[in-house]
């Protein structure tokens, strides 16, 4: 049984800054790719930023210079930092982690987090 427990989200006004949290726990071996979707009302989810174990990272263009991601592999985290804030980045937040349950398992599974509301007002 995996985990993800996400914190962080919550009310800021447009500018402002919040940073999102997701701590993975459970039947871990090994992690590989974490990422932050995010889903709006009215619309379908999107891939809003994602990082390698290695550390490479990959952006949508819509929070390219404003939104950075990290991740601490010794506890099992991933980090969303989130600047200058616009009304269009309200929606709810949700992390995917891609672990491997065993030593010796040979494929990804894909674990996903509650969710997390960020609301931008204007």
């Known amino acids: 049984q995996v985990q993800l427990v996400e914190s962080g989200g919550g009310l800021v006004q447009a500018g402002g800054s919040l940073r999102l949290s997701c701590a993975a726990s459970g039947r871990i071996f090994s992690i590989g790719a974490m990422g932050w979707h995010r889903q709006a009302a009215g619309k379908q989810r999107e891939l809003v930023a994602s990082?390698?174990?290695?550390?490479?990272?990959n952006y949508a263009d819509s929070v390219k210079g404003r939104f950075t991601i990290s991740r601490d592999n010794a506890k099992n985290t991933v980090y969303l930092q989130m600047n200058n804030l616009k009304p269009e980045d309200t929606a709810v937040y949700s992390c995917k982690v891609d672990y491997l349950p065993a030593v010796l398992a040979v494929r990804f599974l894909e674990v996903w987090g509650q969710g997390t509301l960020v609301t931008v007002s204007s």
């Open positions: 990082i390698t174990r290695g550390g490479t990272t």
